[in-house]
């Protein structure tokens, strides 16, 4: 799939849905796995593949230059501190004589290559010496970033509530809107109306109708439209035993259905080069190899104490 | 009187004179101390009756503010109250006329799909009749044809009987003749003349149509709008516009872990001139379309399988000018074919069955022995069948997988369902897998297996590019150079086609993505300053903001986020950093405050080159005084080897030599 969309460089909505059809098409067994996966059967198989694309940094959706869309990104050498040495992972546009470059070009150092089935293959080195890895990206002609989790999370807003200057939101009209509202309690979500979400002093509102999500955060008796997991994340301010993290293991984790927003995941993700395993027992996602500096700056910018 | 007592006197007097001053002015002071009291006294009972007063009329006017401002929230809120009341009756108004119009709409258009309906009922009444005419006109041919052929044959048999009868009376003169010759010739001439008049039976014409033409089976659903080759996908959804269209909707069946069925669902054809998203109507309900790929919208999963299988679906469509139907006919076999022939991932329905591929088979259960018996006949092994205990198998139904046909079998009656089990022999070109960029183009180093269904006759051939091509393993066609990057002809019986194989150029550029108003925007994994400047991307204790770089007037000081409190902080600088300097108040008992190495760069050699180069004079000041400052409170180094802290100690120097030249 990564090949596909490196060679497309960029797309629409709709081709990349066909392509994630087309593709996948030779593997029965794919979907079967993605929900064993991510225990949610409702989400469809190319929105699983973009949120794995994206929490590893190979392709931007909806972003800038590609609002109605995607588009892959460069080819990068993500490094970040280990305790001992550092580690790289290959981020981003790929094509298989650059991935050979690669290899080629970290043969000296340890390279591990994972191949999976959900997601494109890590390609991941480690060295003692970070100019051994800048020297990888160089002989490969790609670009080299240092401390990817920590610089993109330096640049990241923190989840803060709506200010009183903010613009308010209207609701979408129409009888048609499936409404639902977070459970801060249960982490789900339990049906709501109109009326309750008018009159409501605080609460995150889910706005559906077909494939098109709306969410609205209650704030102090006003109405914003946010993202997704930023509304969710002011809702839950301060919640006791939202994020855990293992010092022992480097772990982090979180309730599956309370996943942080786009970039903060990616920062996390870039710390292992895997996207969050999920635990159909516990219901909870867990970002490995964090360093406690990492986990703790993603706390803060949620603001989330971390137990 | 003695000058002793005179003066005692004189001193007595003094003394009493004095005593009677002193009294007389502190009683003058106690006088006047009690009336500056009483008057401060006054003054401050004054001030503060004033300042009761003003507090008093301050609350009288606070009052009277804050009733003037419930009196006008007051009229406010009636007035909002008007405004809403009137607003909600202006909307119900508005609802009811909208509902108004919606029922007329729904009316016309339950009108409009009454007469569509009507229309198709027509059509197909018409169909029937013109079939049942045609039906009705063929029994007729082929009554009048065997009425003919008796005729012929009555006519045939009595010029035999006629010709026998003659050839009877012949030979009989012929005899008589002969008799009366042999009576008058010898007996050997009379035995050969008796040789030469044997009998012969007359030839029959050859029959026409002796052997039936193998029917030809119609499966209920409307043609393909598209190929199966996954070649020729979007070639085949090119149709002529019409002003009312029957598509197809195709089964899909995609299996879960453990076997079970994951998803029944119906996968719609699309066109190119049809919409992006569309409504449709049928025996489900309402049905919102979202387009897949130009040729197919996104599979919708079936309800109650079971039923929708057997009785068929109908859906319809209206867009602006054109209506649209699609059509599931319902029928008790559906014959799956691997899905990526079509783009879609599982099993998707098609019109039979492909020798040497596999498919699964879906029948109703008064089917079983019949389907068994069927697939025996194409050589597939005895499938597995699940019924309606595993989950997802429709109700009633049975399913058959690993169906691989091995052997073509010539259809039968033009109305038997089971037709669709014996598979073709014509042979058929399959690009299965590879990653396709374009419509015959794929990624090169992932090229598509090429695969064949049919019968092979002994003589198949198939030629890549001139080279005699073999199967693999996997059964795919592979021969030299195949794979290579470039145009491919791909040859076949008297057939041919071709596929491309490219490298992909890999001028990727970076961009501003994700732009959070930081200065600094991500893209992928990269964080890039937004002017393009190259910056130095450096990771600080949030503590040390102050940056000093190796050359007077390198100096940045960082910003930290209000309301995130980290350990380190990554900024990002216009030069190299070498220290890191604490910006808060700096003492030397505080111990936590450190100088921090970055980066181990010598500072600039000589001060005067730097001011002749540097215009900015306040840069070169704070970065000397901040150096000076720091060394002046005797700060620890983080590091406090012998290099790094002599390397401090030339700071200072430059420092101290600068800050006396701009002095």
């Known amino acids: 799939m990564l090949f596909w969309l490196s060679a497309r460089r960029e797309g629409s909505w709709r081709q990349f849905r066909a392509a994630a059809e087309e593709i996948h098409s030779t593997d029965n067994d794919f ?77 000296t150092l340890g390279c591990e290559t994972f191949d999976s089935l959900d997601v494109p293959d890590v390609i991941r080195f480690i060295a003692n010496d970070i100019s051994a890895l800048s020297e990888i990206a160089s002989q490969a002609g790609i670009r080299f970033q240092l401390n990817a989790p920590f610089a993109m999370l330096s640049h990241i807003p923190p989840c803060d509530p709506p200010t009183s200057r903010r613009t308010q939101s209207e609701f979408p009209v129409g009888k048609d809107w499936r409404i639902r509202e977070f459970d801060s309690v249960t982490f789900g979500w339990r049906t709501a109306n109109r009326q309750r979400a008018q009159t409501a002093d605080t609460g995150l509102f889910e706005f559906q109708l077909y494939d098109r999500w709306n969410y609205f955060l209650r704030w102090a008796g006003r109405t914003f439209k946010l993202p997704r997991a930023v509304a969710l994340y002011i809702r839950l301010s301060h919640h006791r035993d939202l994020l855990r993290y293992d010092t022992q293991t480097r772990t982090l984790s979180l309730p599956g259905s309370c996943r942080p927003p786009r970039m903060l995941e990616r920062a996390l993700v870039l710390c292992s080069g895997f996207p969050p395993s999920f635990d159909p027992a516990t219901v909870r996602l867990t970002y490995t190899d964090v360093p406690h500096e990492i986990a703790r700056f993603a706390a803060e910018l949620l603001h989330q104490p971390l137990a | 009187m003695t000058p002793l007592t005179i003066i005692f006197a004189l001193l007595a007097t003094a003394a009493i004179g004095s005593w009677i001053f002193i009294r007389r002015n502190r009683a003058r002071n106690f006088a006047e101390q009690k009336a500056r009291e009483e008057n401060e006294r006054i003054a401050v009972e004054r001030k503060l009756a004033h300042e009761k007063a003003i507090a008093e009329a301050k609350v009288q006017d606070d009052a009277r503010l804050q009733a003037e401002a419930e009196k006008r929230s007051l009229e406010m809120a009636v007035a909002t109250e008007n405004a809403r009341l009137a607003e909600e009756q202006r909307l119900a108004a508005d609802n009811e006329k909208r509902n108004a119009e919606a029922e007329a709409k729904r009316l016309a258009e339950e009108k409009a799909l009454a007469e569509s309906q009507a229309h198709a009922a027509a059509l197909l009444k018409a169909e029937a009749e013109a079939k049942q005419q045609a039906d009705a006109e063929a029994r007729e041919k082929e009554r009048l044809a065997v009425e003919e052929a008796e005729r012929a044959k009555k006519n045939r048999e009595t010029e035999e009987h006629t010709r026998l009868e003659a050839e009877a009376r012949e030979k009989a003169q012929i005899a008589a003749e002969q008799e009366a010759r042999r009576k008058a010739d010898n007996n050997v001439r009379e035995e050969k003349t008796a040789d030469a008049t044997v009998i012969k039976p007359p030839l029959q014409p050859p029959e026409e149509n002796e052997k039936p033409c193998p029917p030809i089976y119609r499966p209920t659903a409307p043609p393909a709008t598209t190929a199966r080759s996954r070649a020729r996908v979007q070639t085949g959804s090119r149709t002529t516009p019409t002003s009312n269209i029957d598509l197809r909707l195709r089964l899909q069946l995609v299996f879960g872990r453990g076997g079970v069925v994951r998803s029944l669902a119906l996968a719609p054809d699309r066109r190119d001139e049809m919409p992006n998203e569309i409504e449709v109507i049928g025996t489900q309900g309402e049905i919102h379309l979202t387009d897949l790929r130009d040729d197919c919208y996104e599979p919708v999963t079936l309800a109650d399988a079971g039923n929708a299988l057997l009785q068929g679906v109908e859906w319809r469509g209206r867009g602006d000018a054109r209506h649209w139907r699609w059509i599931l006919g319902g029928r008790e076999l559906y014959v799956l074919a691997p899905g990526d022939e079509f783009g879609l991932h599982g099993f998707v329905s098609t019109a039979r069955l492909w020798l040497n591929a596999r498919h699964a088979v879906l029948a109703a259960k008064r089917l079983r022995e019949a389907v068994l018996a069927a697939l025996a006949e194409a050589g597939c092994p005895t499938p597995e069948v699940s019924d309606e205990t595993t989950p997802g198998v429709p109700t009633g139904w049975l399913l058959f997988r690993d169906v691989t046909p091995t052997r073509a079998v010539p259809m039968r009656d033009d109305r038997d369902i089971l037709n669709s089990l014996r598979p073709a022999h014509e042979i058929e070109p399959h690009f299965v897998g590879g990653i396709r960029l374009e419509r015959n183009t794929w990624l090169a180093g992932f090229p598509p297996r090429i695969r064949f269904t049919g019968e092979f006759a002994n003589g198949f051939q198939v030629k890549i590019d001139d080279h005699p091509a073999q199967p693999v393993n996997d059964g795919a066609f592979e021969a030299p150079g195949w794979n290579s990057e470039g145009e491919h002809l791909l040859w076949f019986g008297d057939r041919a086609e071709t596929y491309s ?18 200065g600094a925007a991500i893209c992928g994994a990269n964080t890039n300053r937004l002017d393009g400047a190259r910056w130095r991307q450096v990771c600080v204790p949030a503590s040390n903001l102050l940056l000093i770089g190796a050359r007077p007037g390198e100096i940045f000081r960082c910003r930290v986020r209000n309301g995130v409190n980290t350990g380190r902080i990554i900024a990002v600088v216009p030069f190299a950093p070498v220290w890191a300097l604490p910006m808060d108040r700096l003492s030397k008992k505080n111990s936590l405050i450190r100088v921090e190495l970055l980066e181990f760069i010598e500072p600039a050699k000589t001060v005067e080159q730097t001011l002749r180069k540097r215009n900015n004079d306040s840069a070169c000041r704070q970065w000397a005084f901040s150096i000076r400052n720091a060394r002046r409170k005797q700060l620890t180094l983080a590091v406090e080897s012998e290099e790094v802290m002599s390397l401090w100690r030339r700071y200072g120097g430059v420092a101290k030599r600068l800050w006396r030249q701009l002095r």
């Open chain 1, 31 to 107: 979907e079967a796995n993605e929900a064993f996966r991510t225990g949610d059967d409702e989400f469809g198989l190319h929105q699983r593949l973009r949120l794995d694309l994206e929490c590893l940094a190979h392709v931007e959706f909806f972003a800038s230059s590609c609002e109605e869309g995607w588009r892959v990104t460069p080819p990068t050498l993500a490094v970040h501190p280990m305790p001992i040495g550092f580690r790289a992972i290959l981020c981003g546009a790929r094509s298989p004589a650059l991935r050979e470059r690669v290899i080629r070009a970290g043969q």
């Open chain 2, 501 to 518: 194989l490219c490298t992909m150029d890999e001028a990727w550029e970076n961009w501003p993505a994700h732009d959070f108003g930081t």
